[in-house]
Protein backbone atom coordinates (compact mmCIF):
# COMPACT_ATOMS: atom_id res chain seq x y z
CA UNK A 1 0.00 0.00 0.00
CA UNK A 2 1.46 3.41 -0.72
CA UNK A 3 2.64 6.21 1.80
CA UNK A 4 -0.09 8.79 2.38
CA UNK A 5 0.76 12.02 1.20
CA UNK A 6 0.09 13.29 4.93
CA UNK A 7 2.53 10.63 5.92
CA UNK A 8 5.01 11.44 3.77
CA UNK A 9 4.71 15.54 4.61
CA UNK A 10 4.84 14.24 8.31
CA UNK A 11 8.13 12.12 7.25
CA UNK A 12 9.93 14.64 5.76
CA UNK A 13 8.85 17.53 8.84
CA UNK A 14 9.78 15.40 11.10
CA UNK A 15 12.36 17.49 14.04
CA UNK A 16 14.50 14.18 14.97
CA UNK A 17 17.95 14.06 14.26
CA UNK A 18 19.53 12.67 11.07
CA UNK A 19 21.15 9.26 11.43
CA UNK A 20 22.09 6.44 9.72
CA UNK A 21 24.27 7.60 6.68
CA UNK A 22 27.13 6.38 4.55
CA UNK A 23 29.18 6.89 1.94
CA UNK A 24 27.31 5.80 -1.41
CA UNK A 25 29.33 8.33 -3.69
CA UNK A 26 32.88 9.87 -4.77
CA UNK A 27 31.94 12.94 -5.84
CA UNK A 28 29.02 15.15 -5.77
CA UNK A 29 27.86 18.51 -7.77
CA UNK A 30 25.88 21.11 -6.69
CA UNK A 31 24.42 23.70 -9.22
CA UNK A 32 24.12 26.65 -7.56
CA UNK A 33 25.20 27.79 -4.01
CA UNK A 34 22.01 29.98 -2.65
CA UNK A 35 19.98 28.77 -0.09
CA UNK A 36 18.57 25.55 -1.49
CA UNK A 37 22.15 24.53 -3.01
CA UNK A 38 23.99 24.68 0.37
CA UNK A 39 21.55 22.87 2.32
CA UNK A 40 21.39 19.99 -0.88
CA UNK A 41 25.63 20.42 0.23
CA UNK A 42 24.79 19.58 3.20
CA UNK A 43 22.77 16.77 3.17
CA UNK A 44 25.02 15.46 0.31
CA UNK A 45 28.20 15.85 2.54
CA UNK A 46 26.92 12.85 4.28
CA UNK A 47 26.54 10.35 1.74
CA UNK A 48 29.95 12.04 -1.09
CA UNK A 49 33.46 11.76 -0.26
CA UNK A 50 33.44 15.23 -1.42
CA UNK A 51 30.71 17.91 -2.65
CA UNK A 52 31.66 20.58 -5.04
CA UNK A 53 29.13 23.40 -5.30
CA UNK A 54 29.34 25.13 -8.51
CA UNK A 55 28.30 28.97 -8.19
CA UNK A 56 29.27 31.58 -10.20
CA UNK A 57 28.75 34.76 -7.97
CA UNK A 58 31.76 35.11 -5.79
CA UNK A 59 30.22 34.43 -2.23
CA UNK A 60 30.99 36.71 0.41
CA UNK A 61 32.30 35.54 3.76
CA UNK A 62 29.28 37.64 5.61
CA UNK A 63 26.20 38.83 5.24
CA UNK A 64 25.45 40.67 1.64
CA UNK A 65 23.72 41.17 -1.62
CA UNK A 66 24.81 39.00 -4.46
CA UNK A 67 23.75 39.41 -7.94
CA UNK A 68 22.07 35.91 -8.44
CA UNK A 69 19.59 36.38 -5.77
CA UNK A 70 18.01 40.36 -6.84
CA UNK A 71 15.06 39.86 -4.35
CA UNK A 72 17.53 39.04 -1.08
CA UNK A 73 16.44 42.38 0.15
CA UNK A 74 12.86 41.28 0.44
CA UNK A 75 11.58 39.95 3.37
CA UNK A 76 11.76 36.30 3.72
CA UNK A 77 10.83 34.32 6.61
CA UNK A 78 12.18 30.79 7.84
CA UNK A 79 8.60 29.28 8.76
CA UNK A 80 8.36 26.80 11.80
CA UNK A 81 8.73 23.57 9.21
CA UNK A 82 12.00 25.20 7.47
CA UNK A 83 13.27 26.26 11.12
CA UNK A 84 12.72 22.58 12.24
CA UNK A 85 14.56 20.96 9.08
CA UNK A 86 17.61 23.75 9.90
CA UNK A 87 17.97 22.81 13.41
CA UNK A 88 17.92 19.42 12.01
CA UNK A 89 20.82 19.88 9.73
CA UNK A 90 22.99 22.40 11.78
CA UNK A 91 22.28 21.24 15.84
CA UNK A 92 22.39 25.16 17.49
CA UNK A 93 21.63 27.43 14.85
CA UNK A 94 18.83 28.71 16.43
CA UNK A 95 20.93 29.95 19.43
CA UNK A 96 23.74 30.62 16.76
CA UNK A 97 21.60 32.83 14.90
CA UNK A 98 20.07 34.69 18.34
CA UNK A 99 24.05 35.48 19.12
CA UNK A 100 24.29 37.25 15.49
CA UNK A 101 21.21 39.03 15.94
CA UNK A 102 18.29 37.20 14.69
CA UNK A 103 15.05 37.54 16.57
CA UNK A 104 13.95 33.70 17.34
CA UNK A 105 9.74 34.65 17.57
CA UNK A 106 7.33 32.32 19.98
CA UNK A 107 4.04 32.59 18.85
CA UNK A 108 3.18 35.05 21.67
CA UNK A 109 5.78 37.76 20.18
CA UNK A 110 4.17 37.04 16.52
CA UNK A 111 0.78 39.19 15.81
CA UNK A 112 -1.99 38.56 12.51
CA UNK A 113 -4.45 40.35 11.51
CA UNK A 114 -7.05 39.86 8.92
CA UNK A 115 -8.49 42.89 7.38
CA UNK A 116 -7.93 44.76 10.59
CA UNK A 117 -9.17 42.29 12.86
CA UNK A 118 -6.34 40.72 14.92
CA UNK A 119 -6.18 36.75 15.15
CA UNK A 120 -5.93 34.51 17.70
CA UNK A 121 -2.43 33.46 18.91
CA UNK A 122 -1.89 29.80 18.20
CA UNK A 123 0.40 29.51 21.12
CA UNK A 124 2.76 26.73 18.90
CA UNK A 125 4.12 28.28 15.62
CA UNK A 126 7.72 30.44 15.79
CA UNK A 127 9.80 32.13 13.33
CA UNK A 128 13.80 32.89 12.96
CA UNK A 129 13.57 36.75 11.68
CA UNK A 130 16.43 37.93 9.66
CA UNK A 131 17.50 39.23 6.73
CA UNK A 132 18.07 37.20 3.81
CA UNK A 133 21.74 37.65 3.58
CA UNK A 134 22.16 36.84 7.20
CA UNK A 135 20.31 33.87 7.08
CA UNK A 136 22.02 32.37 4.10
CA UNK A 137 25.59 33.61 5.75
CA UNK A 138 24.94 31.34 8.78
CA UNK A 139 24.23 28.67 6.36
CA UNK A 140 26.64 28.99 4.28
CA UNK A 141 29.37 29.42 6.90
CA UNK A 142 28.09 25.72 8.45
CA UNK A 143 28.18 24.03 5.37
CA UNK A 144 31.40 25.21 4.01
CA UNK A 145 33.22 24.91 7.49
CA UNK A 146 32.66 20.80 6.42
CA UNK A 147 35.77 19.19 5.62
CA UNK A 148 34.32 17.47 2.70
CA UNK A 149 32.35 20.38 1.16
CA UNK A 150 33.77 23.26 -1.24
CA UNK A 151 32.66 26.34 -3.62
CA UNK A 152 33.64 26.79 -7.53
CA UNK A 153 33.60 29.91 -8.85
CA UNK A 154 32.23 29.17 -12.64
CA UNK A 155 29.70 28.93 -14.81
CA UNK A 156 27.49 25.42 -14.91
CA UNK A 157 26.59 25.42 -19.00
CA UNK A 158 25.78 21.55 -19.57
CA UNK A 159 25.82 18.16 -18.67
CA UNK A 160 27.98 14.70 -19.48
CA UNK A 161 25.95 11.66 -19.51
CA UNK A 162 27.30 8.16 -19.62
CA UNK A 163 24.64 5.56 -20.49
CA UNK A 164 21.76 6.29 -18.87
CA UNK A 165 23.33 8.94 -16.07
CA UNK A 166 24.70 12.12 -15.52
CA UNK A 167 28.47 11.36 -15.77
CA UNK A 168 29.37 15.49 -14.96
CA UNK A 169 28.84 19.10 -15.42
CA UNK A 170 30.48 21.67 -18.15
CA UNK A 171 32.24 24.42 -16.86
CA UNK A 172 33.06 27.61 -17.86
CA UNK A 173 34.92 30.44 -16.24
CA UNK A 174 33.03 33.40 -15.25
CA UNK A 175 34.41 37.01 -16.63
CA UNK A 176 35.19 39.28 -14.28
CA UNK A 177 36.27 43.17 -14.25
CA UNK A 178 40.10 43.15 -14.81
CA UNK A 179 40.38 39.43 -15.11
CA UNK A 180 39.39 36.94 -17.79
CA UNK A 181 38.35 34.14 -15.95
CA UNK A 182 36.69 32.96 -12.02
CA UNK A 183 38.24 31.53 -9.54
CA UNK A 184 37.97 28.87 -6.62
CA UNK A 185 36.59 29.96 -3.58
CA UNK A 186 35.74 28.08 -0.50
CA UNK A 187 37.43 25.20 1.00
CA UNK A 188 39.25 24.02 -2.13
CA UNK A 189 39.05 24.44 -5.95
CA UNK A 190 38.07 21.93 -8.22
CA UNK A 191 39.66 21.17 -11.63
CA UNK A 192 40.17 23.20 -14.69
CA UNK A 193 40.04 26.82 -13.33
CA UNK A 194 43.19 28.64 -14.42
CA UNK A 195 44.37 31.41 -16.93
CA UNK A 196 43.52 30.20 -20.88
CA UNK A 197 41.10 27.86 -20.10
CA UNK A 198 37.77 27.90 -21.40
CA UNK A 199 35.60 24.57 -20.71
CA UNK A 200 36.13 21.59 -18.74
CA UNK A 201 34.12 19.14 -17.12
CA UNK A 202 33.82 18.40 -13.13
CA UNK A 203 33.91 14.59 -13.07
CA UNK A 204 30.53 13.48 -10.82
CA UNK A 205 28.73 10.76 -9.51
CA UNK A 206 25.88 12.23 -8.72
CA UNK A 207 24.10 15.86 -9.59
CA UNK A 208 21.72 18.23 -8.12
CA UNK A 209 20.13 21.09 -9.75
CA UNK A 210 19.33 23.76 -7.54
CA UNK A 211 19.70 26.98 -10.29
CA UNK A 212 16.60 28.72 -9.51
CA UNK A 213 13.79 29.96 -11.32
CA UNK A 214 15.80 30.08 -14.01
CA UNK A 215 17.13 26.80 -14.28
CA UNK A 216 18.52 25.50 -17.47
CA UNK A 217 17.98 21.65 -16.55
CA UNK A 218 15.21 21.29 -19.17
CA UNK A 219 16.79 22.82 -22.09
CA UNK A 220 20.21 20.62 -21.10
CA UNK A 221 18.16 17.38 -21.06
CA UNK A 222 16.23 18.10 -24.19
CA UNK A 223 19.26 18.80 -26.04
CA UNK A 224 20.61 15.57 -24.64
CA UNK A 225 17.75 13.77 -26.31
CA UNK A 226 15.58 13.04 -22.85
CA UNK A 227 12.21 14.38 -21.64
CA UNK A 228 12.07 18.29 -20.31
CA UNK A 229 9.52 18.81 -17.57
CA UNK A 230 6.46 20.67 -18.23
CA UNK A 231 6.27 24.11 -16.73
CA UNK A 232 3.26 25.11 -15.17
CA UNK A 233 2.56 28.91 -14.42
CA UNK A 234 -0.12 30.82 -12.70
CA UNK A 235 -0.07 34.97 -13.34
CA UNK A 236 0.14 36.70 -10.29
CA UNK A 237 2.21 40.22 -10.77
CA UNK A 238 2.66 41.18 -7.35
CA UNK A 239 5.10 44.08 -6.75
CA UNK A 240 7.04 44.49 -3.57
CA UNK A 241 8.33 47.68 -1.60
CA UNK A 242 10.69 46.50 1.14
CA UNK A 243 12.06 49.44 3.90
CA UNK A 244 14.62 49.03 6.69
CA UNK A 245 13.83 51.44 9.49
CA UNK A 246 15.80 52.31 12.93
CA UNK A 247 14.66 49.70 15.85
CA UNK A 248 15.27 51.53 19.18
CA UNK A 249 14.71 47.98 21.11
CA UNK A 250 16.82 45.03 20.85
CA UNK A 251 14.49 42.63 22.47
CA UNK A 252 10.55 43.70 20.83
CA UNK A 253 7.74 42.86 22.04
CA UNK A 254 6.36 42.04 18.93
CA UNK A 255 8.62 40.67 16.80
CA UNK A 256 6.74 40.07 13.72
CA UNK A 257 3.40 40.91 11.84
CA UNK A 258 1.52 40.13 8.98
CA UNK A 259 -1.90 41.79 8.07
CA UNK A 260 -3.46 41.33 5.08
CA UNK A 261 -6.88 42.32 2.91
CA UNK A 262 -9.35 40.22 1.82
CA UNK A 263 -9.17 40.03 -2.18
CA UNK A 264 -11.84 42.86 -4.06
CA UNK A 265 -12.32 43.95 -7.24
CA UNK A 266 -10.44 46.86 -6.92
CA UNK A 267 -6.90 46.11 -5.59
CA UNK A 268 -6.17 48.07 -2.63
CA UNK A 269 -3.08 49.78 -2.70
CA UNK A 270 -1.73 47.53 -0.40
CA UNK A 271 -3.18 44.01 -0.49
CA UNK A 272 -0.43 42.71 2.53
CA UNK A 273 2.16 44.31 5.05
CA UNK A 274 4.72 42.40 6.51
CA UNK A 275 7.08 43.59 9.49
CA UNK A 276 9.80 41.70 11.24
CA UNK A 277 12.89 42.92 13.98
CA UNK A 278 16.26 41.48 12.38
CA UNK A 279 19.83 41.59 13.10
CA UNK A 280 21.23 45.09 13.65
CA UNK A 281 18.56 46.50 15.44
CA UNK A 282 16.11 46.86 12.58
CA UNK A 283 12.44 46.70 10.96
CA UNK A 284 12.27 45.38 7.78
CA UNK A 285 8.98 46.05 6.24
CA UNK A 286 7.53 44.74 3.31
CA UNK A 287 4.16 46.21 1.42
CA UNK A 288 2.97 44.29 -1.29
CA UNK A 289 0.34 45.28 -4.22
CA UNK A 290 -1.17 43.38 -7.09
CA UNK A 291 -2.18 44.45 -10.63
CA UNK A 292 -1.28 48.12 -12.86
CA UNK A 293 -0.44 49.80 -9.80
CA UNK A 294 2.98 51.84 -9.72
CA UNK A 295 5.43 50.26 -7.90
CA UNK A 296 6.07 51.99 -4.24
CA UNK A 297 9.22 53.89 -3.90
CA UNK A 298 9.03 57.25 -2.39
CA UNK A 299 9.68 56.95 1.67
CA UNK A 300 6.80 59.34 2.20
CA UNK A 301 3.94 57.45 0.67
CA UNK A 302 5.77 54.20 2.16
CA UNK A 303 5.20 56.15 5.72
CA UNK A 304 1.97 56.60 4.81
CA UNK A 305 0.49 53.98 4.11
CA UNK A 306 1.87 52.09 7.23
CA UNK A 307 0.23 54.53 8.85
CA UNK A 308 -2.75 52.86 8.04
CA UNK A 309 -2.18 49.18 8.96
CA UNK A 310 -1.64 48.19 12.55
CA UNK A 311 -0.09 50.70 15.19
CA UNK A 312 3.83 48.39 15.05
CA UNK A 313 4.02 49.58 11.49
CA UNK A 314 3.27 53.05 12.16
CA UNK A 315 5.67 52.88 15.09
CA UNK A 316 8.47 51.23 12.79
CA UNK A 317 8.26 54.26 10.45
CA UNK A 318 9.26 56.52 12.78
CA UNK A 319 12.74 55.66 13.24
CA UNK A 320 15.44 56.44 10.82
CA UNK A 321 14.84 55.47 7.21
CA UNK A 322 18.20 52.84 6.81
CA UNK A 323 18.78 52.56 2.70
CA UNK A 324 16.41 53.28 -0.07
CA UNK A 325 13.30 51.92 -1.14
CA UNK A 326 14.29 48.36 -2.14
CA UNK A 327 11.26 47.22 -4.87
CA UNK A 328 11.01 43.45 -6.81
CA UNK A 329 8.21 42.19 -9.33
CA UNK A 330 7.09 38.84 -9.59
CA UNK A 331 5.11 37.72 -12.79
CA UNK A 332 4.07 34.06 -11.76
CA UNK A 333 4.41 31.23 -9.96
CA UNK A 334 5.78 28.74 -11.76
CA UNK A 335 6.27 24.25 -11.29
CA UNK A 336 8.58 22.01 -13.29
CA UNK A 337 6.56 18.90 -12.85
CA UNK A 338 9.87 16.46 -12.77
CA UNK A 339 7.77 13.64 -10.76
CA UNK A 340 5.64 12.98 -14.16
CA UNK A 341 8.73 12.39 -15.90
CA UNK A 342 8.94 8.92 -17.67
CA UNK A 343 12.99 9.26 -19.11
CA UNK A 344 14.79 10.25 -16.84
CA UNK A 345 18.82 10.11 -15.97
CA UNK A 346 20.30 8.24 -13.10
CA UNK A 347 22.16 10.03 -10.71
CA UNK A 348 20.43 13.96 -10.83
CA UNK A 349 18.03 15.80 -8.87
CA UNK A 350 16.63 18.94 -8.85
CA UNK A 351 14.85 20.84 -5.93
CA UNK A 352 14.48 24.84 -4.83
CA UNK A 353 13.17 27.04 -6.95
CA UNK A 354 14.36 24.80 -9.61
CA UNK A 355 11.63 22.80 -9.14
CA UNK A 356 8.62 25.45 -8.25
CA UNK A 357 9.01 28.97 -7.02
CA UNK A 358 5.52 30.23 -5.18
CA UNK A 359 4.40 33.81 -4.58
CA UNK A 360 6.41 35.25 -2.69
CA UNK A 361 3.67 36.94 -0.38
CA UNK A 362 3.00 33.62 1.21
CA UNK A 363 6.65 32.81 2.60
CA UNK A 364 7.06 29.53 1.31
CA UNK A 365 10.25 29.26 -0.79
CA UNK A 366 13.12 28.74 1.73
CA UNK A 367 11.36 26.47 3.92
CA UNK A 368 9.71 24.69 0.79
CA UNK A 369 14.10 24.04 0.30
CA UNK A 370 14.14 22.78 3.63
CA UNK A 371 11.98 20.15 3.02
CA UNK A 372 13.72 19.14 -0.22
CA UNK A 373 16.98 19.19 1.50
CA UNK A 374 14.83 16.74 3.79
CA UNK A 375 13.35 14.60 1.07
CA UNK A 376 17.24 14.50 -0.56
CA UNK A 377 18.58 13.04 2.67
CA UNK A 378 15.44 10.67 3.43
CA UNK A 379 16.32 9.48 -0.25
CA UNK A 380 19.67 9.11 0.22
CA UNK A 381 19.69 6.94 3.77
CA UNK A 382 17.27 4.51 1.55
CA UNK A 383 20.06 2.84 0.10
CA UNK A 384 18.78 4.08 -3.11
CA UNK A 385 19.90 2.08 -6.26
CA UNK A 386 21.93 4.98 -7.95
CA UNK A 387 22.16 3.70 -11.54
CA UNK A 388 18.48 3.79 -11.35
CA UNK A 389 16.02 7.05 -12.01
CA UNK A 390 15.53 8.72 -8.74
CA UNK A 391 11.32 8.38 -8.62
CA UNK A 392 11.48 7.74 -4.50
CA UNK A 393 13.00 11.13 -4.22
CA UNK A 394 10.55 13.13 -7.07
CA UNK A 395 7.19 11.20 -5.42
CA UNK A 396 8.75 12.44 -1.78
CA UNK A 397 8.92 15.97 -3.35
CA UNK A 398 6.23 16.14 -5.30
CA UNK A 399 4.16 16.14 -1.73
CA UNK A 400 5.99 18.94 -0.33
CA UNK A 401 5.56 20.81 -3.76
CA UNK A 402 1.99 20.07 -3.88
CA UNK A 403 1.24 20.94 -0.47
CA UNK A 404 2.79 24.42 -0.79
CA UNK A 405 0.95 25.30 -4.09
CA UNK A 406 -2.34 24.08 -3.23
CA UNK A 407 -1.98 26.55 -0.23
CA UNK A 408 -0.55 29.42 -2.11
CA UNK A 409 -2.41 29.23 -5.20
CA UNK A 410 -5.91 28.87 -3.47
CA UNK A 411 -5.49 31.97 -2.34
CA UNK A 412 -4.34 33.82 -5.80
CA UNK A 413 -7.23 32.25 -7.41
CA UNK A 414 -9.50 34.09 -4.76
CA UNK A 415 -8.62 37.60 -6.42
CA UNK A 416 -10.70 38.40 -9.24
CA UNK A 417 -7.79 39.54 -11.79
CA UNK A 418 -6.44 35.88 -11.46
CA UNK A 419 -8.37 33.62 -13.98
CA UNK A 420 -6.99 30.44 -13.62
CA UNK A 421 -6.28 27.54 -14.32
CA UNK A 422 -8.36 25.91 -11.82
CA UNK A 423 -7.85 23.07 -10.25
CA UNK A 424 -10.65 20.39 -10.29
CA UNK A 425 -13.06 20.94 -7.60
CA UNK A 426 -11.94 24.26 -6.79
CA UNK A 427 -15.50 25.50 -6.06
CA UNK A 428 -15.54 23.37 -2.68
CA UNK A 429 -11.70 23.68 -2.12
CA UNK A 430 -12.37 27.07 -2.13
CA UNK A 431 -15.42 27.06 -0.02
CA UNK A 432 -13.42 24.89 2.44
CA UNK A 433 -10.65 27.02 2.71
CA UNK A 434 -12.88 30.06 3.55
CA UNK A 435 -14.26 28.93 6.43
CA UNK A 436 -10.92 27.20 8.01
CA UNK A 437 -9.01 31.05 7.35
CA UNK A 438 -12.42 32.85 8.99
CA UNK A 439 -12.26 30.65 12.33
CA UNK A 440 -8.83 30.85 12.44
CA UNK A 441 -9.55 34.42 13.55
CA UNK A 442 -11.09 33.79 16.76
CA UNK A 443 -10.57 30.55 17.70
CA UNK A 444 -7.43 29.14 19.20
CA UNK A 445 -8.35 25.32 18.22
CA UNK A 446 -8.83 26.08 14.53
CA UNK A 447 -5.51 28.26 14.51
CA UNK A 448 -3.56 25.81 15.51
CA UNK A 449 -4.32 23.41 12.84
CA UNK A 450 -4.84 25.82 10.16
CA UNK A 451 -1.45 27.60 11.22
CA UNK A 452 0.03 24.33 11.21
CA UNK A 453 -0.77 24.12 7.69
CA UNK A 454 0.54 27.61 6.13
CA UNK A 455 3.95 27.21 8.37
CA UNK A 456 4.36 24.09 6.71
CA UNK A 457 4.70 21.94 9.23
CA UNK A 458 1.64 19.90 8.65
CA UNK A 459 0.06 18.26 4.98
CA UNK A 460 -3.12 20.68 4.28
CA UNK A 461 -5.49 17.22 4.62
CA UNK A 462 -4.91 17.29 7.80
CA UNK A 463 -7.66 20.01 7.78
CA UNK A 464 -9.74 17.86 6.16
CA UNK A 465 -10.92 15.94 9.77
CA UNK A 466 -14.61 16.27 10.22
CA UNK A 467 -13.93 17.37 13.55
CA UNK A 468 -12.19 20.44 12.39
CA UNK A 469 -14.38 21.40 9.98
CA UNK A 470 -17.37 20.85 12.30
CA UNK A 471 -15.74 23.28 14.49
CA UNK A 472 -14.87 25.82 12.16
CA UNK A 473 -18.54 26.16 10.83
CA UNK A 474 -19.66 26.26 14.32
CA UNK A 475 -17.51 29.11 15.11
CA UNK A 476 -18.05 30.81 11.95
CA UNK A 477 -21.93 30.50 12.50
CA UNK A 478 -21.79 31.92 15.86
CA UNK A 479 -20.06 34.93 15.04
CA UNK A 480 -21.94 38.16 14.80
CA UNK A 481 -20.49 39.11 11.48
CA UNK A 482 -18.33 37.32 8.82
CA UNK A 483 -14.95 38.62 9.04
CA UNK A 484 -14.92 40.58 5.73
CA UNK A 485 -17.95 42.93 7.05
CA UNK A 486 -15.99 43.63 10.32
CA UNK A 487 -12.85 44.83 8.38
Partial sequence: MSESAARVFARLSTDEPVTRTRTLMAKAVVLGGSLAGLLAARVLSDHAESVVVVERDSLPPAAAARPGTPHDGQLHTLMHGGRMQLQRLFPGFEEEARAGGAIVSSPYTIRAYADGVPKVSDGAMGLISSSRPFLEALVRRRTLALPNVKVLTCRAIGLEFRGDAVSGVRCGPVSRPGSGVGSGVGSGVGSGVGSGVEEWVEDADFVVDAMGRASKLGDWLEKAGWERPAMRRMAIDIDYATGYFRRTTSDPELAAAIAYRTPTAIPPRVASGAITAIEGDRWLITLANYGKQPPIRDVDEFRKLCGELPPVYREAVEG????????????????????????????????????????????????????????????????????????????????????????STAADLARPDVHGPYPRGYRLTKWFAEQMAEASVTDREVAVRFNSVTYMRSHPSSLAAPATLLRALRVNRSSRKPRRERG
Fill in 320 to 407: EQLGDILTYHQADSRRRDYHLLKRFPARLISLGDAVASFNPIYGQGMSSAALHASALSHYLRSAPDLRRHARAFFADQRVVVDAAWQI
